[in-house]
């Protein structure tokens, strides 16, 4: 039998580290520390785990393909994809708002979108995706537009529409014209609500496309952790973000709930 493998966007610190931690004490594969550099792992080895390490920055599309080309080659694909890469601008940053909105979304959704793209092909059946949104999807969200609400809950909006209202966000946002556009006024929590609607996308394709594979992909919310992004303040540490992250990524062989859905502490949310 091949070796099975997890991949983690993002896990050189914070959640992502600690969905490492998680996974190499209960996951029985190969654990893949992914970022710009691999200094983590050495911290997860003093802790007698044994992650291992591959270069993916992914706001680089050929370090997206790279990493994509290695694990296809080395492990014929992935049994566990974990997107939790991600940046946010803290709310005393004085960047005008239109930057915050480029450079959030970019990360966010557009390069978490490039990982899906390259990877989503390369999940092997009863594979788990889990892509890492926030509580404030689901309160940004409430703060749209009903004619934008309308499209995010709709079960026929594609990827090409929700990639064109997202860079409709940030063009607006660029302009000052987010507001008169039916947006809220915080570019973190759109690009959540679009990582989640994806993560809808992405389960209603693999449903038609890959209906015997057994594949489920989930977004979740971690909840409020002690991160470089959340207030030193937050209830969590980056160890109890993790549960719900590893619930999701380690559904037992067979199960087929949950999919396609926003989940937070290990409980599928209403969106």
Known sequence: ?????????????????????????QFNGDVYVTSRDGASANLLNSEGLKPKFHQLDIND?????????YFKGKYDGVDILINNAGTAFKASDTTP?????????????????????????????????????????????????????QRFHSEDITEDELVAL??????????????????????????KIG???????????LSKERPKDGILINACCPGWVRTEIAAPGAPKSPDE??????????????ATEPH????????????
Not at 195 to 205: D, F, G, K, P, Q
Request: net charge positive.
């Open 61 to 69: 599309l050929n370090s997206i393909k790279n990493a994509a080309a």
């Open 195 to 205: 990582v989640t609607v994806l993560s809808m996308i992405h389960a209603r394709h």
């Open 241 to 254: 973000g993790a549960i719900t992250p590893v619930y999701l990524a380690l559904l037992a062989p067979g």
């Open 97 to 149: 708002f239109g930057v915050q909105a480029e450079v959030t979304l970019r990360t966010n959704f557009f390069a978490t979108r490039d990982v899906l793209t390259h990877f989503l092909p390369l999940v092997k059946a009863g594979g788990r995706v889990v892509n890492v949104s926030s509580m404030l999807s689901a309160s940004g969200l409430k703060q749209c537009s009903p004619e934008l609400q």
């Open 166 to 191: 997202m860079q409709r966000f940030v063009d607006e946002a660029k302009k000052g014209e987010h507001k008169q556009g039916g947006w809220p006024d915080m570019s973190y929590a759109v690009s």
């Open 1 to 25: 039998m091949s070796t099975k493998v997890a991949v983690v966007t993002g896990s050189n610190k914070g959640i992502g580290l600690a969905i490492v931690r998680a996974l190499c004490k």
């Open 260 to 271: 396609g859905k926003y989940v937070s502490d290990k409980e599928v949310q209403p969106w």
